[in-house]
Every structure is written in C-alpha cells, then in structure tokens.
C-alpha cells in the first residue's frame, strides 16, 4: 500500500483542524473570563437583585447594532458596557461572552463587563 494517500488524508485532517481552530477563536477584551457557570439573560433582567454584588457571566449572540453590544434573550434585552476597556466598534452577530455584575441605570438593568470573549 502506498504512503502518499494516509500522508495526504494526514495533511488535509491538520489543515481542516488549524482552519477550525482560527475559526473557534475568541478575540478577549479586558481580564480574561474566569469560566463562571452562564447566567441567563431573561434570568439577569428580570432578577438583578439576586446578583447584587456578585460577578456573573451572560453568553449569547450580540444583538445590540454597530456601536452597542447587549444581548436579548425572549424580551429581556440586557446592554453590555465595558469597564475599562474598549470593544470593537462593529460587532455584528457575534457570540460574546462577558463577566462582571449588573448595574441600575435609567431604563433598566446594564451589565459592566470586566472581561469580554468575542467569537465570529
């Protein structure tokens, strides 16, 4: 048997595994996410108080247009603000992940990241 067809089925294998790793990713913006169990976003709406004070982490797809990441989840639309750090100005429907807590402000609940992973 010869060599050439499992060292060429070994080079494709490497090449779709690097393509998969680039595709998989994730652009990080201020401290690095710790890995805390996600809360969900219906959940930190419409609950903030059962957060106060504590760091959580919310995952979704952005939903928030150029300029603002928030994440929606049914009704519940929960806006993202970086503390400390700038996030890309442009982040279509991308899959973040954030930890921080939740803060009060006028018209609802936002999240103050202190760490954000974007995957596109």
């Known amino acids: 048997m010869s ?11 490497a090449a779709a595994l690097a393509a998969a790793g680039t595709l998989l990713a994730a652009e990080v ?7 805390l169990s996600v809360v969900s976003v219906a959940e930190a709406v419409s609950n903030p108080a059962a957060y106060s004070g504590k760091t959580i982490r919310v995952a979704g797809v952005n939903a928030g247009e150029k300029g603002k990441a928030e994440l929606k989840e049914g009704d519940a639309v929960l806006p993202i603000v970086a503390d400390g750090f ?4 442009d982040l279509g429907k991308a899959r ?6 939740l803060r009060d402000a006028p ?9 954000v992973e974007v995957r596109r």
């Not at 018209?107 to 760490?115: K, P």
């Open 3 to 13: 060599r050439r067809p499992a060292l060429r089925a070994l080079a494709l294998a």
């Open 86 to 89: 700038e996030l890309p100005e």
């Open 96 to 101: 973040i992940a954030a930890e921080g807590g």
């Open 29 to 35: 913006y201020g401290k690095p996410l710790k890995g």
């Open 107 to 115: 018209g609802g609940v936002v999240f103050v990241a202190t760490g």
